[in-house]
């Protein structure tokens, strides 16, 4: 008898897909149910899992939740089947048995209520009969049988009539059946082409999309963006979208299943077959293949857009620093906002370095005096490279660095509900100077203000699934933040709530009891915060920092559910446990083994070991500032053959997209990304990384910077430049990293479908 896929058995399925061990599964799965979070089931769960890392942790949860929902519509549909009468023994195996989504609805698909079909008003008209004489083909003479089924009052006024309301009812037959559907639906994975075409008077309209005008590739390569992209344009009503395989090569397949004779019913069936083919099952099939592959491109894109926010937001800081911010302005002036070095405004001014140079100077001199400035951070939009020139002088007399500032998304956290709430009384344009200084001390405390979509770090964010996206967003700003971890009396509420076991709600408590009571000085006060119950504590203790308090460990991430232990350690050594934190001497001399118990196993111990060596350690690298150019200020100033530094914005699966200083930022194609073969981008650039660039091309029309990190660009074996020159229908499509394990196994199965 098969394997059953019952809740029971779904620890053993995520075990063997994962290749991971079956207790792994079952104590991932057991925290996860309890209400853990994955960071600190990852961190401070690594007995019970194994060490699983966030990686496998979210897995888990991920294909745990898909199975669970394929489980709850098992039970939907042996719930319908039994209230309408139709469930058998058989039919209930079968159901149990479907190992995929698709599989399941196949085994349901006969029994669904339906809307009245051309089989349906064959079967009012009594042709079931004579379909099924027919369909058995067990040598009946079709034309003679239909004969009997004559029924002007019925509609069916001769033969062919009879004959034909006879072939709906098999050709519905061939589409629900399952075999077929589950034979032709990996036929049709594995031989699909997607060809777009422009459609019929949009050529000039469309003039984004005329690579796509006339495209075709095997569907199961496609990679994301161009899944993408195809489908946008589809959207916009300027390109045609089919992915279909042969038609021919389909019912080949098909015949044996149903045709099984010479004879004249056999004829009748066949013909069947192909309308079943043209009428139902290839666009139900295409329907699907559609699903799939956006579905994946949908994945490709998440996972890269997951990738580069992590990038982003674990950039190095500048740290607390006197920061005097500028959001550039040619027409309206210069935003100016001087921050303290906790980030709080001290002053906002504006100034008008095109119109008014001398006095805008004068102002800036005072002011990077009067708050004793200790850079200068400029956002990188319009006005930025300008700006930049103009601050060169009393920059260098006050000995000041200027820095720019990737601004993406300043402007939307200006107008959100929290800039509102935190300055009321300010400008726009005023928040949004004071969003540039503050992402230059920490960009991840500042940029978990604003929603991850409007960074501009994403490839066709808006086309994807908005639910996937924002969960996969979700979980990696929360990976991120507690990774680094938080400043419990300095964290806003918005990075409050990224902390495992916290949110909204409970972050705002924790503003409002600190404004209210004053900083924290230990962990242990956590717990007289409003709503701050027990398993909130534990989920979120070790990630919660308290700098200079009762505690050293409370600035630490050892969680004070083992500060026993560390006690323990100090007590044995005959020293307090600050002493212990700060001599490598005494620390030398723990023997781990001593302290391992039921509770605490070697894994922890040693985290606790690396933490008090390097307590409240920031994850994050040193800070690099970095200078574009000199002159090069707008793409008029571009040349072919210019060597350039740049900064990478952000990395897509056809390359990375470099800002070189121009307000226009260029595109480094795969191809142009190394000497070596590149697979995936993210090998070799990540957002936020300074890298030198050669410039290929510019299309000022287009607005386009072709650019290249090669060491020598122009450079080409004799096949590379052979495969250029074939049509674009055959050039092979850019892979895309796979993902951890297969995220659609519960609709399609292992394999796709």
Sequence with gaps: MKETNTTSSFPEMIARELNLSVDQVKSTAALLDDGATIPFIARYRKEATGSLDELAVTDIRDRLGQLRELENRRQAILTSLAENGHL???????VLAAPTLAQLEDVYLPYRPKR??????????????????????????PEAAAGDFVDPDKGVDTTEDALAGARDIIAEWINEDAEARSTLRRFFLKRSTLKSRVARGKEKEGQKYRDYFDWEEPAAKAPSHRVLAIRRGEREDVL??????????ALDLLMP????????????????????????LSRSMETEIRLLIKDRADAAAIAIFATNLRELLLEPPLGPKRILAIDPGLRTGCKVACLDRQGKLLHSDTIYPQRASGQSARKMTTLLQEYRIEAIAVGNGTGGRETEAFLKTPADTANVPVIRVDESGASVYSASKVARDEFPDLDLTIRGAVSIGRRLMDPLSE?????????????????VDQTDLKK??????????????????????????????????LAKQIVIYRDTNGPFRNREEFKHVPRLGPKAFEQSAGFLRVMDGDNPLDASAVHPESYRVVAAMAADLDCPVSELMRNDALRSKINLQRYVNATVGMPTLRDILDELAKPGRDPRGAFESMEFASGIERMEDLEP?????????????????????????????????????????????????????TVLDVDLERKRIALSMKRDPHRDTGSRKKSRSTSRSKKKASPVRKPFHNPFADRFGKDGF
Excluded: W
């Design 116 to 141: 009245r079909t051309r089989a349906t008003i064959a079967r009012e008209k009594g042709l079931e009969a004579l379909a099924r004489a027919i369909f058995d083909q067990n040598g009946i003479h």
């Design 88 to 94: 058998t023994d058989a039919l209930r195996d079968s």
């Design 472 to 505: 996969a967003l979700d979980d990696m700003v929360i990976s991120c933040v507690n990774a680094v971890g938080v400043d419990v009396n300095r964290a806003s509420a918005q990075l409050l709530t990224y902390v495992s076991g916290l949110g909204p709600a």
């Design 447 to 463: 940029l978990v203000k604003i929603d991850p979509k409007s960074i501009g770090i994403g490839q066709y964010q808006h086309d």
């Design 641 to 693: 053959g210019m060597t350039l530094p740049g900064v990478v914005t952000n990395v897509t699966a056809f390359g990375a997209f470099v800002d070189v200083g121009v307000h226009q930022d260029g595109l480094v194609h795969i191809s142009q990304l190394s000497e070596r073969f590149v697979k995936n981008p993210a090998d070799v650039v990540r957002p936020r990384q300074q890298v030198t660039v």
């Design 240 to 249: 045609n979208m089919t992915v279909q395989p042969s038609k021919a090569e």
């Design 257 to 280: 299943l149903f045709v099984r004779g010479n004879g004249l019913d056999s004829q009748h069936v066949a013909t069947a077959l192909q309308d079943s083919y043209h009428r139902l």
